[in-house]
């Protein structure tokens, strides 16, 4: 990507003043301005024509709004990192408006946010806010619907080449009545991350085949994943003189350790029912719908929060990273991922968010003499408890989210810079310093055909019909900062051998119930609102012909 330089700069108040009294010189300005800005953007699925009719209607759609500042807030990631440092920026010299972008961890953004939805006190003017809140955002009638706002009071502020249809996100922040909540800003998936160079090494594939049975590859199931775990960490056990493991995870007491496990692992593990994005009526965090409504977590009311293929899951994430792990990583957080992979002696790890990508490409432990990467991505390994058209992993979608009681003037201003950070003249962009794709066009096009290569099969992958595969948190999750909270508070006691995994998935899913119930009457005007089931006896759940899944025999776990 071309280095930042010196953006052409045009006073505000300079700019009002030629507008008043020489329009041939605000011309020349606008179009001084627009070229200067496309200088800074110079890889785009646009032509040069179509990029600079697209941001010269950036600058006549904010005419009435210049001068206006804004404050919006996104995580601590690099794409969001450029938003902020960058498009800003940009945006500002396009149309006048002053956008505070602050960057902050998830936990205190999920917080701001509940504070300003259910206080109705004004914090910022948009989010990036997950897609995983999508069940949060349609029941509670606090969130702007955007379709509707596009079609109405928004009409006229609404980019023409926005194309909604070129999104391949936006089928998970539109609600179940079709309505478009989230408008997605960044994009990754959780997928499966090896060592390419040690697995094509002849010496280890002749001792692999000899132990195990089969060829060194690809781990296509949880058993072949630990058996490769354990041949680099207990039979390699070094590679050049460094000691070498054969995973890689972390287990820090923090919120992310019950995003580790919420985000998708339980259907990795096979423990939601069959169907797409999250499986019906039961989904990826075990809790059971009837029509729209929740009716519980728990085994005894529905749920399969506590099946045992949820118990399963817990017990491999834990036995995976105290045996075959560098026992340092336990005490990590998701943040420290690549700089655990860059130190180059892991040979796979199964959960790995790709928004990592592009620090991993800058580590020269990880890379070959000619730049291209010495590790690949491929699709996450499943449990034998999973079934064909079951979801298979976690995508990340972090979307602009706004709040009815945003003042207008702020609201309009917001809704045009979001539109900018997502518009075909900066995408492509955005993809080379996140990895993060949202659109189809940048995915298909010849400059990112032509670079493919340096992201390992990143691209490969999102070109693949596989990847409707991997979604965020379903709709079955009424209020998702409510119930993600307690996902760490129960498995860190199991990651200190406080309780057993079994004890943990039990009062994790207990608690999510008692939560539902909560929920249900702290809102009560909440479309489809929490309703649980009364509980019953475990087995009789057990016996129905999906989730929960009833325990396989130990022969059949793989």
Same mark, same amino acid.
């Given at each position: 990507?071309?280095?930042?330089?010196?953006?052409?700069?045009?006073?505000?108040?300079?700019?009002?003043?030629?507008?008043?009294?020489?329009?041939?010189?605000?011309?020349?300005?606008?179009?001084?301005?627009?070229?200067?800005?496309?200088?800074?953007?110079?890889?785009?699925?646009?032509?040069?024509?179509?990029?600079?009719?697209?941001?010269?209607?950036?600058?006549?759609?904010?005419?009435?709004?210049?001068?206006?500042?804004?404050?919006?807030?996104?995580?601590?990631?690099?794409?969001?990192?450029?938003?902020?440092?960058?498009?800003?920026?940009?945006?500002?010299?396009?149309?006048?408006?002053?956008?505070?972008?602050?960057?902050?961890?998830?936990?205190?953004?999920?917080?701001?946010?509940?504070?300003?939805?259910?206080?109705?006190?004004?914090?910022?003017?948009?989010?990036?806010?997950? $897609? /995983? +809140?999508? !069940? *949060?955002? @349609?029941?509670?009638?606090?969130?702007?619907?955007?379709?509707?706002?596009? &079609?109405? =009071?928004?009409?006229?502020?609404?980019?023409?080449?926005?194309?909604? $249809? /070129? +999104?391949? !996100? *936006?089928? @998970?922040?539109?609600?179940?009545?079709?309505?478009?909540?989230?408008?997605? &800003?960044? =994009?990754?998936?959780?997928?499966?991350?090896?060592?390419?160079?040690?697995?094509?090494?002849?010496?280890?594939?002749?001792?692999?085949?000899?132990?195990?049975?089969?060829?060194?590859?690809?781990?296509?199931?949880?058993?072949?994943?630990?058996?490769?775990?354990?041949?680099?960490?207990?039979?390699?056990?070094?590679?050049?003189?460094?000691?070498?493991?054969?995973?890689?995870?972390?287990?820090?007491?923090?919120?992310?350790?019950?995003?580790?496990?919420?985000?998708?692992?339980?259907?990795?593990?096979?423990?939601?029912?069959?169907?797409?994005?999250?499986?019906?009526?039961?989904?990826?965090?075990?809790?059971?719908?009837?029509?729209?409504?929740?009716?519980?977590?728990?085994?005894?009311?529905?749920?399969?929060?506590?099946?045992?293929?949820?118990?399963?899951?817990?017990?491999?994430?834990?036995?995976?990273?105290?045996?075959?792990?560098?026992?340092?990583?336990?005490?990590?957080?998701?943040?420290?991922?690549?700089?655990?992979?860059?130190?180059?002696?892991?040979?796979?790890?199964?959960?790995?968010?790709?928004?990592?990508?592009?620090?991993?490409?800058?580590?020269?432990?990880?890379?070959?003499?000619?730049?291209?990467?010495?590790?690949?991505?491929?699709?996450?390994?499943?449990?034998?408890?999973?079934?064909?058209?079951?979801?298979?992993?976690?995508?990340?979608?972090?979307?602009?989210?706004?709040?009815?009681?945003?003042?207008?003037?702020?609201?309009?201003?917001?809704?045009?810079?979001?539109?900018?950070?997502?518009?075909?003249?900066?995408?492509?962009?955005?993809?080379?310093?996140?990895?993060?794709?949202?659109?189809?066009?940048?995915?298909?096009?010849?400059?990112?055909?032509?670079?493919?290569?340096?992201?390992?099969?990143?691209?490969?992958?999102?070109?693949?019909?596989?990847?409707?595969?991997?979604?965020?948190?379903?709709?079955?999750?009424?209020?998702?900062?409510?119930?993600?909270?307690?996902?760490?508070?129960?498995?860190?006691?199991?990651?200190?051998?406080?309780?057993?995994?079994?004890?943990?998935?039990?009062?994790?899913?207990?608690?999510?119930?008692?939560?539902?119930?909560?929920?249900?009457?702290?809102?009560?005007?909440?479309?489809?609102?929490?309703?649980?089931?009364?509980?019953?006896?475990?087995?009789?759940?057990?016996?129905?012909?999906?989730?929960?899944?009833?325990?396989?025999?130990?022969?059949?776990?793989?």
């Amino acid at each position: 990507m071309a280095p930042l330089t010196t953006v052409f700069t045009l006073n505000a108040a300079a700019l009002e003043h030629a507008l008043a009294n020489n329009t041939q010189v605000l011309s020349q300005h606008n179009a001084a301005l627009i070229e200067s800005v496309q200088r800074q953007l110079p890889h785009t699925s646009l032509d040069k024509n179509q990029q600079y009719e697209e941001l010269a209607w950036f600058v006549a759609a904010s005419k009435s709004l210049r001068g206006t500042s804004i404050r919006v807030v996104a995580e601590d990631l690099a794409v969001h990192r450029y938003e902020a440092d960058i498009l800003t920026k940009l945006f500002y010299e396009l149309t006048g408006i002053r956008v505070n972008f602050e960057i902050t961890e998830e936990d205190d953004l999920v917080k701001k946010l509940q504070v300003q939805m259910d206080m109705g006190l004004h914090i910022y003017d948009a989010y990036v806010n997950d $897609a /995983d +809140f999508l !069940g *949060t955002h @349609y029941r509670r009638g606090v969130t702007v619907p955007i379709s509707d706002y596009i &079609s109405n =009071q928004w009409k006229q502020y609404t980019l023409p080449t926005l194309d909604l $249809a /070129d +999104f391949i !996100g *936006t089928k @998970y922040t539109t609600s179940p009545s079709g309505v478009l909540y989230q408008l997605p &800003s960044q =994009q990754f998936a959780s997928l499966y991350w090896y060592r390419h160079d040690w697995f094509t090494r002849a010496e280890f594939k002749e001792k692999f085949i000899a132990k195990y049975g089969y060829p060194l590859g690809v781990a296509k199931d949880w058993q072949s994943y630990e058996d490769i775990a354990n041949f680099f960490t207990n039979d390699i056990k070094y590679i050049d003189s460094i000691k070498v493991w054969g995973h890689s995870d972390y287990g820090g007491a923090d919120p992310s350790v019950g995003w580790r496990i919420s985000d998708g692992w339980l259907s990795m593990a096979g423990a939601s029912d069959i169907g797409l994005p999250n499986g019906q009526p039961v989904d990826d965090w075990g809790i059971r719908v009837e029509g729209c409504q929740p009716v519980g977590a728990s085994v005894e009311r529905g749920g399969a929060l506590n099946s045992p293929a949820a118990i399963y899951s817990l017990k491999k994430y834990l036995s995976w990273l105290k045996l075959y792990a560098n026992p340092n990583t336990i005490k990590n957080s998701f943040k420290h991922t690549a700089i655990t992979l860059g130190q180059g002696d892991v040979a796979q790890q199964i959960f790995f968010y790709t928004a990592f990508v592009p620090e991993l490409m800058s580590r020269s432990k990880l890379t070959s003499p000619d730049g291209e990467p010495l590790w690949r991505l491929a699709p996450s390994p499943v449990s034998s408890y999973w079934k064909a058209g079951m979801k298979n992993g976690y995508q990340d979608i972090g979307a602009w989210t706004f709040l009815k009681n945003t003042p207008e003037e702020k609201l309009i201003s917001a809704w045009l810079f979001a539109q900018f950070t997502v518009s075909k003249s900066v995408t492509t962009e955005k993809f080379l310093v996140s990895g993060s794709f949202i659109r189809q066009t940048d995915i298909q096009s010849d400059f990112v055909t032509e670079n493919a290569p340096r992201f390992g099969g990143l691209v490969e992958f999102y070109r693949s019909k596989i990847s409707d595969l991997w979604t965020p948190t379903g709709t079955n999750v009424p209020e998702y900062a409510y119930l993600a909270s307690a996902w760490w508070q129960h498995i860190i006691p199991a990651l200190n051998n406080l309780v057993t995994p079994t004890e943990a998935m039990n009062n994790l899913a207990h608690e999510i119930d008692e939560r539902l119930i909560q929920i249900a009457e702290k809102y009560p005007n909440m479309e489809c609102p929490p309703k649980l089931n009364n509980i019953q006896k475990a087995e009789l759940w057990l016996k129905t012909d999906s989730a929960p899944w009833p325990k396989l025999p130990e022969q059949y776990i793989k």
